[in-house]
Antibody
């Protein structure tokens, strides 16, 4: 059974940093692109970034490029999102998702809540 | 990287059919057959319902079907059931090798 478990969310002040993790199991992690998607309170889904199987390619949405960095550790079946220079508008539930074909996520974690507030 | 346009809400009576539209541009929806659809119940993670415009993942009911014409994709739910009441989002791969989601549609079952 595919499982994705996010962690690392919490309350952070504007301008601060946070590192999210996603532990994957139930599938050959190193064989799939992976993505991060977020959802602000009462808002829609926003794709943030994805990373190739071997970590050699990364893509970002404009709103986080230069502030967020996606990475992975295939030996530990883990996905990460380093978030710097956080803003109030980054407050959201952050989901990691297993990517197939041209679909950002065929499986999703339950999400981790990030709150940016002073 | 603009959001794809979806109607805010769609409703239909039990047993009937509804269709949700998803309008983009030639840079995303209209480029290739790389549109997917997600169902999200309150407080839950999204669930993939359709990928590559019209393919259904294993376990998804055949009541859900997808199509595309030009820059607009559509999700049809036939034989509406109470459990279909949820938010639905489309998504498309783009020419920039990124993804964009739709604005979301709330489906009400009357």
């Amino acid at each position: 059974e595919v499982q994705l478990v996010e962690s690392g969310g919490g309350l952070v002040q504007p301008g601060g940093s946070l590192r999210l993790s996603c532990a994957a199991s139930g599938f050959p992690f190193s064989s799939y692109w992976m993505s991060w998607v977020r959802q602000g309170p009462g808002k829609g889904l926003e794709w943030l970034a994805n990373i190739k199987q071997d970590g050699s390619e990364e893509y970002y949405v404009d709103s986080v490029r230069g502030r967020f960095t996606i990475s992975r550790d295939n030996a530990k079946s883990s996905l990460f999102l380093q978030m710097n220079s956080l803003r109030a508008e980054d407050t959201a539930i952050y989901y990691c998702a297993k990517t197939i074909s041209a679909t950002p996520g065929d499986y999703w974690g339950q999400g981790t809540l990030v709150t940016v507030s002073s | 990287q603009s959001v794809l346009t979806q109607p805010a809400s769609v409703s239909g009576p039990l047993g009937q059919s509804i269709t949700i539209s998803c309008t983009g541009t030639s840079n995303d929806v209209g480029d290739k057959n790389w549109v997917s659809w997600y169902q999200q119940h309150p407080g839950r993670a999204p669930k993939l319902m359709i990928y590559d415009v019209s393919d259904r993942p294993s376990g998804v009911s055949s009541r859900f079907s997808g199509s595309k014409s030009g820059n607009t994709a559509s999700l049809t739910i036939s034989g509406l059931q109470a459990e279909d009441e949820a938010d639905y989002y489309c998504s498309s791969y783009t020419i920039d090798d990124t993804y964009v989601f739709g604005s979301g549609t709330k489906v009400y079952v009357l």
